[in-house]
């Protein structure tokens, strides 16, 4: 089926099928079958074409982003589904590849700055996203929390022995690592914030940074570089995963 929001957004550029592809790194033939036979180029191709063109990835390409995450996560969502391997770091909240319904829907409601519709949409993307964790070649992902998160109530007590439960039976699986910064630890680098670091099938690496507004995707190479050496400070303060399952299945046992 031929893409014709892509042909209209190539024609009103003067781009052709040659000098597209060439701006996107691609072979001409793969540049043309996005347009004849509606094939879909990798996430990261579909965000480099989407710039060339100044449009939305989703206006030249909307079955993949038939999201319900945010608008501003898609663009990482999209990359995430490319990924061989994932490095994230969280100081204060389970990690939403790692959250259980319940947990979800916790953070998402509290403070009533979302309606119940929005927290309904972005739970179920958000659960979606975790598909990937399912997959026959899963990305492996390595998470590091700090104790704190084990231990701060964001909701009843049974929806935290439920997700404590879930991040035990996630850290046995073998492309999964949790990791606990212990609460007894002293001050590092890691509290300024959370980030994640991701690395593409091309070996090329990403990052993406939270804030209360929205996230921000990194991809200049020294920022990278940054997040890459406050990974390993991170990681210097947490236990090792057999201690930090442990410590996991005591933390649950409370909230039981």
């Known amino acids: 089926m031929a893409n014709e929001a892509l042909r209209v957004a190539m024609a009103a550029k003067g781009e052709t099928v040659e000098s597209l592809a060439e701006k996107v790194r691609v072979d001409p033939k793969t540049a043309g079958r996005w347009l004849t036979s509606g094939r879909i180029p990798h996430p990261r191709t579909r965000l480099a074409v989407a710039e060339v063109l100044d449009r939305d990835a989703a206006e030249l390409w909307p079955e993949p982003f038939r999201r319900r995450d ?3 996560f898609r663009p990482w969502a999209e990359l995430e589904q490319d990924v ?3 490095r994230s770091y969280e100081p204060l909240l ?3 590849l790692l959250q259980s319904e319940g947990c979800a829907r916790a ?3 509290t403070g009533g700055l979302l309606s119940a519709a929005e927290v309904d949409q972005i739970v179920t993307g ?5 598909e990937i964790l399912c997959r026959e070649e899963p990305p492996q992902l390595v998470v590091v929390i700090d104790e704190v998160v084990l231990r701060r109530p964001v909701a009843g007590r049974a929806v935290m022995a439920e997700q404590l439960a879930h991040l035990a039976a996630m850290a ?3 492309h999964v690592q949790i990791r606990v910064i212990p609460a007894e630890g002293p001050w590092h680098t890691g509290l300024a914030g959370p980030f994640v670091l991701a690395r593409l099938r091309d070996g090329v690496e990403v990052a993406y940074l939270d804030n209360q507004l929205r996230g ?3 991809t200049d190479g020294i920022d990278v570089a940054s997040l890459g050496r406050r990974w390993e400070s991170v990681t210097g303060e947490a236990l090792p995963c057999r201690r930090s399952i442990a410590l996991i299945r005591e933390v649950a046992q409370t909230w039981t």
């Open 70 to 72: 945010l608008p501003w």
């Open 84 to 86: 061989t391997s994932i």
């Open 94 to 96: 389970v990690p939403g």
């Open 107 to 109: 953070v998402l409601g």
């Open 126 to 130: 958000r659960l979606e996203r975790q």
């Open 172 to 174: 046995q699986r073998e």
């Open 216 to 218: 921000q995707m990194v």
